[in-house]
Nanobody, 116 residues
Framework: QVQFVESGGGLVQPGGSLRLSCAASGFTFPNYVMSWYRQAPGKERELVATISSSGGITNYADSVKGRFTISRDNAKNTVTLQMNNLKVEDTAVYYC?????????WGQGTQVTVSS
């Protein structure tokens, strides 16, 4: 049974930082590409960052490059998203996603609110 436990969301002021974590179980985590997505109210879900199964390759949306860092610990089955210099427009529900085609699974989401 695939399960995700996402944590680290919350309310932060502009310019602040948050660290999101996604702890996975029920599948062979090191074999999966892991990603973080986000969905703001009234908007489509968008890709934020992706990390390869080994952790050697990362990709970011242009809107977060230089501010967010994705990483993974295959020994702990965990993927994290370090978010620095947060902006109001980063407010969204953040989801982790695991893919190893044809397998595809999503976390339940964690709310990030950036507001003064």
């Amino acid at each position: 049974q695939v399960q995700f436990v996402e944590s680290g969301g919350g309310l932060v002021q502009p310019g602040g930082s948050l660290r999101l974590s996604c702890a996975a179980s029920g599948f062979t985590f090191p074999n999966y590409v892991m990603s973080w997505y986000r969905q703001a109210p009234g908007k489509e879900r968008e890709l934020v960052a992706t990390i390869s199964s080994s952790g050697g390759i990362t990709n970011y949306a242009d809107s977060v490059k230089g501010r967010f860092t994705i990483s993974r610990d295959n020994a702990k089955n965990t993927v994290t998203l370090q978010m620095n210099n947060l902006k109001v427009e980063d407010t969204a529900v953040y989801y982790c996603r695991a893919r190893n085609r044809p397998n595809d699974a999503w976390g339940q989401g964690t709310q990030v609110t950036v507001s003064s």
